[in-house]
């Protein structure tokens, strides 16, 4: 069973970086796709990017923006997610989830984390 956990959220200024982890608890971590998602108050949940276990294969969203980078430890099972010169429309919970494929379509993927706030301030 897969058990997604985030952590690494936080109040930070304009212009800061952030690294955002999600560990799996689970069994499946290397055989699955994993993905990051951010949800602002309001806002439908939004694709920031996702990787495959081989780690050679990234997939980002546009609003990565090229300003987030994602990787995986497959050994210690940990996804990161990080970010840099953070904006306040960066403000989000930060979800991370597991597939079976790369998808933008949140729908499509199976297990969540719980999510884990950012807060961008100015």
């Known amino acids: 069973q897969v058990q997604l956990v985030e952590s690494g959220g936080g109040t930070v200024q304009v212009g800061d970086s952030l690294r955002l982890s999600c560990v799996d608890a689970?069994?499946?971590?290397?055989?699955?796709?994993m993905g990051w998602f951010r949800q602002a108050p309001g806002k439908e949940r939004e694709f920031l990017g996702a990787?495959?276990?081989?780690?050679?294969?990234?997939t980002y969203g546009n609003s990565a923006e090229g300003r987030f980078t994602i990787s995986r430890d497959n050994a210690n099972q940990t996804l990161y997610l990080e970010m840099t010169r953070l904006k306040p429309e960066d403000t989000a919970v930060y979800f991370c989830?597991?597939?079976?494929?790369?998808?933008?379509?949140?729908?499509?993927?199976?297990?969540w984390g719980q999510g884990t706030r950012v807060t961008v301030s100015s």
């Open positions: 989830a597991a597939g079976n494929a790369i998808m933008s379509d949140p729908a499509k993927y199976e297990y």
């Open positions: 689970g069994r499946t971590f290397s055989m699955r796709a």
């Open positions: 990787i495959r276990w081989t780690r050679t294969g990234v």
